[in-house]
């Protein structure tokens, strides 16, 4: 199994930044992506960036690309997810998952969950 623990969440004001790290431990051997999700009140989880641990390919929705940046430290097993600009539509649980095969934005396809991180942005 791989665990995961996300830390760095808090409230800021729009425009701020926030960073957002998940500590995977555990088998991480056979982690070969981690994948930030977000899911806001009311809505459903969805994706929000993704890396690749071996080549440190990044991938982004499209309502975070060039605010959102993600990074890997295989030394640490820890995946950074910086936030800048933050907008109010940002406020949600940020998750990091694990998953065996390539980095996906369908939430079925990671094996492991962190427990989450609570990002509010005011207005």
């Known amino acids: 199994q791989v665990q995961l623990v996300e830390s760095g969440g808090g409230l800021v004001q729009a425009g701020d930044s926030l960073r957002l790290s998940c500590a995977a431990s555990g088998r991480t051997s056979s982690s070969y992506a981690i994948g930030w999700f977000r899911q806001a009140p009311g809505k459903e989880r969805e994706f929000v960036a993704g890396v690749v641990w071996s080549a440190g390919i990044t991938t982004y929705a499209d309502s975070v690309k060039g605010r959102f940046t993600v990074w890997k430290s295989n030394a640490k097993n820890t995946v950074t997810l910086q936030m800048n600009s933050l907008k109010p539509e940002d406020t949600a649980v940020y998750f990091c998952?694990?998953?065996?095969?390539?980095?996906?934005?369908?939430?079925?396809?990671?094996?492991?969950w962190g427990q989450g991180t609570r990002v509010t942005v005011s207005s």
């Open positions: 998952a694990s998953t065996a095969r390539d980095t996906s934005r369908d939430e079925v396809a990671y094996d492991y």
